[in-house]
């Protein structure tokens, strides 16, 4: 596509519940990000693929948080056992040489 | 490790207008590229402009330029003939170039009135 894209536009889920958001970057973009952006903050860097290689997990803040990129193409972060402070906007973005394109998020509500 | 600060959580401005937004950052690094972006109401991340550290003149795009101080670790956005269109939220970010995530200010909320 044009753009990047991510699914669902918003979620509400209960307490404890797993979730999974779902991005699909620009064709061709080598690099995808996760960012996390909680109601009045800026964005908090999650997790970083480069292609092939191991991805950068520093930015996920706990053991619930995990993320796949399959075929170097669509990534997917999952949220297992979630809790209120997990309600963020998820913000994915994918570059190939400089430049980020973003996503328009994924708005997550923990209830 | 870089912060970025944003201390304007909210500007205004009247249409056609000049309107600066102040961002300061912290780094040790001499190598490295700052952007302002743009989050309207459908919260897309849109870059407004880029600057390169290593490069001495200011960026400017249309509308759209920046003050780039380095010794001071300053990089402001200035935005000249204020349009309706430019109400959002404004974020300031930093890049090293030994690095790949950007690392963000909370923010400045840009209202724009007639």
């Known amino acids: 596509g044009a753009g990047v894209s991510q699914s669902p536009s918003n979620k509400v889920t209960e307490k404890g519940k797993d979730v999974e958001l779902r991005c699909d970057p620009i064709?061709?973009?080598?690099?995808l990000y996760w960012y996390r952006q909680s109601l009045g903050q800026g964005l908090e860097f999650l997790i970083y693929?480069?292609?092939?290689?191991?991805?950068?997990k520093s930015g996920l803040p706990s053991d619930r948080f995990s993320a796949e990129r399959t075929g170097g193409s669509v990534s997917t972060l999952t949220i297992q056992r979630t809790q209120q402070e997990d309600s963020a906007v998820y913000l994915c973005?994918?570059?190939?040489?400089?430049?980020?394109?973003f996503g328009s998020g994924t708005r997550l509500t923990v209830v | 490790a870089q912060t970025v600060t944003q201390s304007q959580p909210e500007m205004s401005v009247q249409e056609a207008e000049t309107v600066t937004l102040s961002c300061t950052y912290d780094?040790?690094?001499?190598?490295?590229?700052l952007f302002w972006y743009k989050q309207p109401p459908s919260r897309q991340m849109i870059l407004v402009i880029r600057?390169?550290?290593?490069?001495?003149q200011n960026a400017t795009e249309n509308r759209f330029s920046v003050n780039f101080q380095k010794a001071a670790k300053s990089f402001s956005l200035k935005i000249s003939d204020s349009q309706l269109g430019d109400a959002a939220m404004y974020f300031c970010?930093?890049?090293?170039?030994?690095?790949?995530?950007?690392?963000f200010g909370k923010g400045t909320s840009l209202l724009v009135t007639p």
């Open positions: 970010a930093f890049e090293a170039n030994s690095g790949y995530a950007l690392n």
């Open positions: 693929f480069q292609g092939n290689s191991a991805p950068d």
């Open positions: 600057q390169e550290a290593y490069k001495q």
């Open positions: 780094t040790s690094e001499s190598d490295y590229y």
């Open positions: 064709s061709g973009h080598t690099a």
């Open positions: 973005a994918s570059s190939l040489d400089f430049g980020y394109t």
